[in-house]
């Protein structure tokens, strides 16, 4: 009997113990692995889980000292160390009752890489600038590609799936093109590792990548939410991706992020701006840091709707207003207004690295900024404007003779083209016919491109003076 008795006890220790031993063990969340980029000259955290009250020790080759952490009650550790300035590569050991040990990491800058399908492709979408680049990718062994795969979440997740690898013929085919000429230009100017960080989905709203309860406790946000028209392609639900896709890399030290994304909002342009400074304040709250927040202005398309484009820009433009961020111009780099996804991938990539490289790492005598609309003077007749980012002079280019998608109008709001001067850094607009100019618009349409630049080649923006009324109405 009382062998009888003891055999439930041994089998319920036995079963204590199968299950210490099933959990115990180092685990690594997958945006630790081998061939990653561990951001430069800074505190990093690294975590994981383990069984609770176990102790893991971590032990970095580029300085050999090890250091230790215990594991919670929830069987989860964290342990922040400091970088040295960039190099490698390096190894990290991670030991408890298991070993892990991740090899060929490198130390340099890591962004985050974001939006909808613009920042997505890639070769495998034909991009013809992509092309030459696979010959010489296998070469680029510094750049490194981490792909978080499309996925939703109802609630913020801990981890996510992917891992590390080095730029190379394959690993570049179905890489974000944007991101990828991107870090090549931050690459080729800093001479450190480039870790890219791609968690893009095509068509997504920016309201799946804000976290939920900033999009829901605010009425603004929560009703232009409403009105986005569901789909069987992609998430539209608020905070869908950002807790999948976001929320499990927030704990990893970046330098910063760059963002394509606004045809998908173009329906509820008059509070895109609100959105995106909640997304931007709520990542950087999310990751403790005030990291820079570089975007792509939208290109020209032709909508269904009058203007709708023209709005977002115009929403996109007064986002710079957030301190940090920064707005790349593409007007000039689309070749079809019926093709949403302009082919030219790598003058976006090295216009986003233009603002890293000036705004983020102080390189000086860069000229990396459109001019945009600063004031108008008006004078009798005659309607001044005045710019930002034109101190070297405005120019015209392009196959017509005289400035295009000039626009001015009187007190009746009735915008016919105008005539356009350039006297250096500003222009002077008038019309025969608009005596007492009172507002000037500028490539203020979905579709419309202009031909004045700076003198480094970058195009003006789209501006209207006015704040009046615009027709959406349906396109005939």
């Not at 997958?30 to 980029?37: A, H, L, Q, T, Y």
């Not at 000292?65 to 490698?88: E, L, Y």
Request: hydrophobic letters at 40%.
């Amino acid at each position: 009997m009382k062998k009888q008795a003891l055999l439930p006890a041994i089998l319920l220790s036995l079963s204590l113990f199968i299950s210490c031993v099933s959990y115990s063990g180092v685990k690594l969340p997958s945006i630790f692995s081998d061939n990653m980029v561990l951001q430069q000259r800074a505190d990093v955290q690294l975590w994981g889980w383990s069984a609770p009250g176990e102790k893991i020790y971590i032990t970095a080759s580029w300085n050999n000292i090890t250091d230790s952490v215990i594991a919670n009650g929830n069987a989860h550790w964290k342990k922040i160390i400091h970088t040295p300035a960039a190099g490698g590569p390096y190894t990290i050991s991670f030991k408890a009752s298991n070993t892990v040990v991740l090899s060929n990491v490198m130390l340099g800058e890591v962004w985050v890489c974001s939006g909808q399908s613009n920042m997505q492709w890639s070769y495998l979408n034909n991009l013809p600038e992509m092309e030459p680049e696979l010959a010489e990718a296998a070469a680029k062994t510094n750049i490194r590609f981490f792909q978080i795969p499309q996925t939703t979440s109802a609630f913020p997740q801990d981890n996510c799936p992917g891992t590390w690898t080095t730029c190379g013929p394959e690993t570049l085919k179905s890489f974000s093109a944007v991101a990828y000429f991107f870090g090549k230009e931050l690459e080729q100017q800093l001479h450190v590792p480039i870790g890219l960080i791609n968690t893009s989905w095509g068509g997504t709203p920016a309201e799946v990548w804000t976290p939920a309860e900033a999009v829901d406790n605010d009425p603004l946000l929560k009703e232009a939410a409403v009105k986005i028209t569901k789909t069987d392609w992609w998430p539209t639900t608020p905070g869908a991706t950002y807790n999948a896709m976001i929320a499990p890399i927030t704990q990893f030290n970046i330098a910063g992020a760059i963002w394509y994304q606004g045809e998908s909002n173009t329906g509820t342009a008059s509070t895109y701006q609100r959105l995106m400074t909640t997304l931007i304040e709520s990542w950087r709250k999310a990751w403790n840091k005030d990291f820079p927040f570089y975007y792509v202005q939208i290109a020209p398309y032709k909508y269904n709707n009058n203007n709708i484009g023209a709005l977002l820009r115009e929403a996109q433009t007064k986002t710079m207003s957030v301190l940090n961020t920064g707005m790349v111009v593409i007007t000039d780099l689309v070749d079809n207004v019926k093709d949403i996804h302009p082919r030219k991938k790598q003058a976006v990539g090295k216009r986003l690295a233009g603002w890293a490289l000036a705004e983020t790492y102080h390189k000086e005598g860069l000229v990396y900024k459109s001019p945009v609309y600063k004031n108008m003077v008006v004078n009798k007749n005659k309607a001044t404007i005045y710019f930002d980012n034109a101190s070297g002079g405005l120019l015209l280019k392009g196959p017509e003779k005289k400035a295009t998608e000039f626009y001015i109008a009187g007190e009746d709001k009735n915008f016919l083209p105008a005539d356009v001067i350039i006297e250096g850094d500003h222009l002077v607009l008038t019309s025969k016919q608009v005596k007492n100019p009172v507002a000037v618009r500028f490539a203020f349409s979905n579709i419309a491109i202009g031909n004045i630049y700076n003198s480094a080649g970058f195009p003006v923006c789209p501006f209207r003076t006015d704040d009046w009324d615009v027709d959406t109405s349906k396109e005939k």
